[in-house]
Nanobody, 115 residues
Framework: QVQLVESGGGLVQAGGSLRLSCAASGFTFRKYAMSWFRQAPGKERELVAW???????IYSDSVKGRFTLSRDNAENTVYLQMNSLKPEDTAVYYC?????????RGQGTQVTVSS
């Protein structure tokens, strides 16, 4: 079955960096786009970044220039490098895959940025 397992979250001071990972299994990873969403308490879920099967990327305006999304098809993993973190980046971050009409996501990893 499809599994997405996020890791790498934690507590960091403003201006710091974190690298999130999402290990995927149960599908042909290299064929599918992957994305990261985040959700803060009381806020709508937000698409943070998206990467195509061909490595094209799209970022939300709120993270553009600070976050970098990449994928390693040999490891079935996507990475979200987050630099210059701000308190408003605090949220639970979810890895997601849309596979043949079904949306899958992991359990999420908490990112907390202190001011």
């Amino acid at each position: 079955q499809v599994q997405l397992v996020e890791s790498g979250g934690g507590l960091v001071q403003a201006g710091g960096s974190l690298r999130l990972s999402c290990a995927a299994s149960g599908f042909t990873f290299r064929k599918y786009a992957m994305s990261w969403f985040r959700q803060a308490p009381g806020k709508e879920r937000e698409l943070v970044a998206w990467i195509s099967s061909g490595d094209s990327t799209i970022y939300s305006d709120s993270v553009k220039g600070r976050f970098t999304l990449s994928r390693d098809n040999a490891e079935n993993t996507v990475y979200l490098q987050m630099n210059s973190l701000k308190p408003e980046d605090t949220a639970v971050y979810y890895c997601s895959a849309a596979l043949d009409g079904h949306n899958y996501r992991g359990q999420g990893t908490q990112v907390t940025v202190s001011s």
